[in-house]
């Protein structure tokens, strides 16, 4: 049961232009949803949240957006540049007793940016 | 800036050996977590702390345990490995979870193969 689910595995963009990734959830419960960059050999380092109560998070070149109704977040970013090739993690939160926050993760998506 | 250090990136085991992973992190971070990565499946939560001494199941517990004697030392246990238990297995530490306080930061991960 994939309750967080990246469809697109994989995404090649060319640099300059814009690259959205996406991402679905099926729990409402979820409340506060965030988006990890992986390159190869190293673990997963954070880039941008957001929380349910907002719709929209910017960052730089990175913006995310949430459509609650839809289920749906998406991950902006532009310009494309050469170093943002990696694989991308959508992520979902959920609050646990003990102060635990536990992340849901999706499949990924790798991007390519193309010179 | 924190850090998360596993203390092998590559492992070879072979079948039925007991398979021990260790985890430090430098933050003071009440909470502790080790996931497995897999293509196609991404981040799957195996077991979280929370607390010295203190451990919760996650997604996929089976076939492993865990222990946390100190605060900022956490081990992943394989029992006895089996060839399915091939992954990438990150660790993760975090602050105690409060509104907006959702990150966490991975160590490099170990490649562990089971022969």
């Known amino acids: 049961d994939q309750q967080v689910k990246q469809n697109s595995p994989s995404l090649s963009v060319q640099e300059g232009r814009i690259s959205i990734l996406n991402c679905d959830y099926t729990n409402s419960m979820f409340d506060y949803f965030l988006w990890y960059k992986k390159y190869p050999a190293e673990g997963p380092t954070f880039l941008i949240s957001i929380s349910s109560i907002k719709d929209k998070n910017e960052d730089g070149r990175f913006t995310v957006f949430l459509n609650k109704s839809a289920k749906h977040l998406s991950l902006h970013i532009v310009p494309s540049q050469p170093g943002d090739s990696a694989v991308y993690f959508c992520?979902?939160?959920?609050?646990?007793?003990?102060?635990?926050?536990?992340?849901?993760f999706g499949q990924g998506t790798r991007l390519t940016i193309n010179p | 800036d924190v850090k998360v250090t596993q203390s092998s990136r590559y492992l070879v085991k072979r079948t039925g050996e007991k398979v021990f992973l260790e985890c430090v992190q430098d933050?003071?971070?009440?909470?502790m977590f080790w996931y497995r990565q897999d293509p196609g499946l991404g981040l799957r939560l195996i077991y979280f702390?929370?607390?010295?001494?203190?451990?919760e199941k996650g997604d996929i517990p089976e076939g492993y345990s865990v222990s946390r004697e100190k605060k900022e030392r956490f081990s992943l246990i394989l029992e006895s490995a089996s060839t399915n238990q091939t992954s990438m297995y990150l660790c993760?530490?975090?602050?105690?979870?409060?509104?907006?306080?959702?990150?966490?930061?991975f160590g490099s991960g170990t490649q562990l193969s089971v022969l």
């Open positions: 993760a530490s975090a602050l105690i979870h409060t509104a907006g306080n959702e990150k966490l930061f």
């Open positions: 702390s929370y607390d010295v001494k203190m451990k």
């Open positions: 992520a979902a939160s959920l609050s646990q007793i003990q102060g635990a926050q536990k992340l849901v």
């Open positions: 933050m003071d971070h009440e909470n």
